[in-house]
């Protein structure tokens, strides 16, 4: 059984940087891709950037070129690191891991971790 807990997150004033961290325990030999997702309140929960087991690395419009994704999925390890946050960031970040079992893809959340921006 895989599962995740995410941390670092806090309160930041706008302008600033945190990193997020997100642990796995438990075997990864079938988890093929992990995510930092965020759900601002009273939104959706949007995928903000992806990493692969290979390490290919994606990211949603909004974030790209100011937040980077890595880790290893292997050493079950991933960050992402936030610079130039704005108030828009503010919102609970959750990491997912996809898993490949007997064919099916099998999704695992972490509890999230509140960032918050605001000066």
């Known amino acids: 059984q895989v599962q995740l807990m995410e941390s670092g997150g806090g309160l930041v004033q706008p302008g600033g940087s945190l990193t997020l961290s997100c642990v796995v325990s438990?075997?990864?030999?079938?988890?093929?891709?992990m995510a930092w997702y965020r759900q601002a309140p009273g939104g959706q929960r949007e995928r903000v950037a992806s990493?692969?087991?290979?390490?290919?690395?994606n990211y949603e419009d909004s974030v790209n070129g100011r937040f980077t994704i890595s880790g290893d999925i292997a050493k079950k390890t991933i960050f992402l690191q936030m610079n130039s946050l704005k108030p828009e960031d503010t919102a609970v970040y959750f990491c997912?891991?996809?898993?490949?079992?007997?064919?099916?893809?099998?999704?695992?959340w972490g509890q999230g971790t509140q960032v918050t921006v605001s000066s």
């Open positions: 997912l891991a996809n898993e490949a079992v007997h064919g099916e893809d099998v999704e695992y």
């Open positions: 438990g075997s990864t030999f079938g988890v093929y891709s």
């Open positions: 990493i692969s087991r290979s390490g290919i690395t």
